[in-house]
């Protein structure tokens, strides 16, 4: 119980937080997201095009040569694939959210199993436009990513892609190259000298969406503010048990077992954005303590991913796991709070416009 009365402490003392008028010029502000922009974005998108592009061979070679070899290979490359998105899917700003990217890749939350219904609809008709990648984008976003790749790797006659079961073989080599065609435009945007990255860093009067340093800074804060909301509310919450009711389906990539290594790696993501920015030298000197309380939470949900790693339905089957769980939907909701509320008093900003409002 000490753990959660910790927690609690964290938010309630967000209550007196001093604030300050942010001090810095366009170019100071900027700054930080240069930083952030080559020592974390450009390398997570980059990684994230190169995971992909092995999937989709992977996924490929399981219909040039169907075997448990194939199948095994193709899962982990799934796998992979999966958890570098993890890494970049909270920076939803720019590229991510331009032409419905963000949707085709992970069509979540999927509260009345849209994706499922469809993906199944698909394999019994052996609808072979989906078999053909150039046809996805056309496609509805709910057949077109990772929700759908897991079900066709790790669903219902999954299995059957070992003896060569080819129609679902097809399509599912046809979303693992739409998921890396998306991914190297996403690489390719972040990349490029005159694309977002530029757009952000170059605040001023003739910049539409980055007009000074109070836009840029906030930006910069909402991101994990919001990174965390997501995951408190579409991520843990969901799969909490109420009234004694635990429903591991209603988890994220339940099937290929990712659940918790997605959340995990959305973490580590989380913190080296905090840390490659360099948030902490915006604070005034007297208000440093601040980001030292942001380590120290991320440390506390670091030590509780660690004990929670395992599938999501040994964790919903253990009460003690399940204790760890509720835990770490505190210090998500500690985390949003610090980013979202705490550092933005103190510099004197505003929360951001959140995506998520009136969802």
């Given at each position: 119980?000490?753990?959660?009365?910790?927690?609690l402490f964290g938010l309630v003392?967000?209550?007196?937080?001093?604030?300050?008028?942010?001090?810095?010029?366009?170019?100071?502000?900027?700054?930080?997201?240069?930083?952030?922009?080559?020592?974390?974005?450009?390398?997570?998108?980059?990684?994230?095009?190169?995971?992909?592009?092995?999937?989709?061979?992977?996924?490929?070679?399981?219909?040039?040569?169907?075997?448990?070899?194939?199948?095994?290979?193709?899962?982990?490359?799934?796998?992979?694939?999966?958890?570098?998105?993890?890494?970049?899917?909270?920076?939803?700003?720019?590229?991510?959210?331009?032409?419905?990217?963000?949707?085709?890749?992970?069509?979540?939350?999927?509260?009345?199993?849209?994706?499922?219904?469809?993906?199944?609809?698909?394999?019994?008709?052996?609808?072979?436009?989906?078999?053909?990648?150039?046809?996805?984008?056309?496609?509805?976003?709910?057949?077109?990513?990772?929700?759908?790749?897991?079900?066709?790797?790790?669903?219902t006659g999954s299995d059957d892609?070992?003896?060569?079961?080819?129609?679902?073989?097809?399509?599912?080599?046809?979303?693992?190259?739409?998921?890396?065609?998306?991914?190297?435009?996403?690489?390719?945007?972040?990349?490029?000298?005159?694309?977002?990255?530029?757009?952000?860093?170059?605040?001023?009067?003739?910049?539409?969406?980055?007009?000074?340093?109070?836009?840029?800074?906030?930006?910069?804060?909402?991101?994990?503010?919001?990174?965390?909301?997501?995951?408190?509310?579409?991520?843990?919450?969901?799969?909490?048990?109420?009234?004694?009711?635990?429903?591991?389906?209603?988890?994220?990539?339940?099937?290929?077992?990712?659940?918790?290594?997605?959340?995990?790696?959305?973490?580590?993501?989380?913190?080296?954005?905090?840390?490659?920015?360099?948030?902490?030298?915006?604070?005034?000197?007297?208000?440093?303590?601040?980001?030292?309380?942001?380590?120290?939470?991320?440390?506390?949900?670091?030590?509780?991913?660690?004990?929670l790693n395992m599938p999501i339905?040994?964790?919903?089957?253990?009460?003690?796991?399940?204790?760890?769980?509720?835990?770490?939907?505190?210090?998500?909701?500690?985390?949003?709070?610090?980013?979202?509320?705490?550092?933005?008093?103190?510099?004197?900003?505003?929360?951001?416009?959140?995506?998520?409002?009136?969802?």
């Amino acid at each position: 119980m000490h753990r959660f009365a910790a927690a609690l402490f964290g938010l309630v003392f967000l209550s007196a937080v001093p604030a300050h008028a942010l001090t810095i010029d366009e170019d100071q502000a900027a700054e930080p997201v240069r930083k952030l922009v080559a020592g974390f974005i450009q390398p997570a998108f980059q990684r994230f095009a190169e995971n992909a592009e092995l999937a989709a061979v992977a996924v490929n070679a399981i219909c040039e040569q169907p075997g448990e070899r194939t199948l095994g290979s193709a899962r982990q490359a799934f796998a992979d694939s999966a958890l570098s998105f993890a890494r970049v899917e909270f920076l939803r700003i720019g590229p991510l959210i331009q032409e419905n990217r963000l949707e085709r890749l992970l069509f979540w939350p999927d509260r009345r199993g849209i994706a499922l219904r469809q993906v199944q609809g698909v394999l019994a008709n052996a609808d072979e436009s989906v078999t053909d990648a150039a046809n996805l984008p056309a496609k509805s976003v709910a057949l077109q990513g990772f929700t759908a790749l897991e079900f066709l790797l790790f669903g219902t006659g999954s299995d059957d892609m070992e003896n060569g079961a080819g129609h679902r073989c097809r399509f599912a080599a046809a979303v693992a190259e739409n998921i890396h065609a998306i991914a190297l435009e996403l690489n390719d945007e972040w990349q490029d000298e005159q694309g977002f990255a530029s757009v952000w860093t170059s605040p001023g009067s003739d910049n539409a969406t980055f007009r000074n340093a109070e836009e840029v800074v906030g930006e910069l804060l909402s991101i994990p503010s919001e990174a965390f909301e997501i995951i408190r509310d579409q991520r843990l919450k969901p799969v909490v048990p109420e009234d004694g009711k635990a429903n591991p389906k209603r988890a994220l990539f339940w099937r290929s077992g990712l659940t918790m290594d997605f959340i995990a790696a959305g973490f580590e993501a989380l913190r080296a954005y905090f840390e490659t920015a360099g948030i902490d030298g915006l604070l005034p000197e007297e208000e440093s303590w601040q980001a030292r309380s942001i380590e120290f939470e991320f440390n506390n949900a670091e030590a509780a991913l660690a004990r929670l790693n395992m599938p999501i339905e040994d964790i919903l089957a253990d009460k003690e796991r399940t204790g760890d769980l509720t835990y770490l939907v505190i210090l998500s909701q500690s985390l949003q709070s610090l980013f979202g509320q705490q550092l933005t008093a103190t510099l004197g900003l505003s929360v951001g416009f959140s995506s998520l409002d009136g969802d």
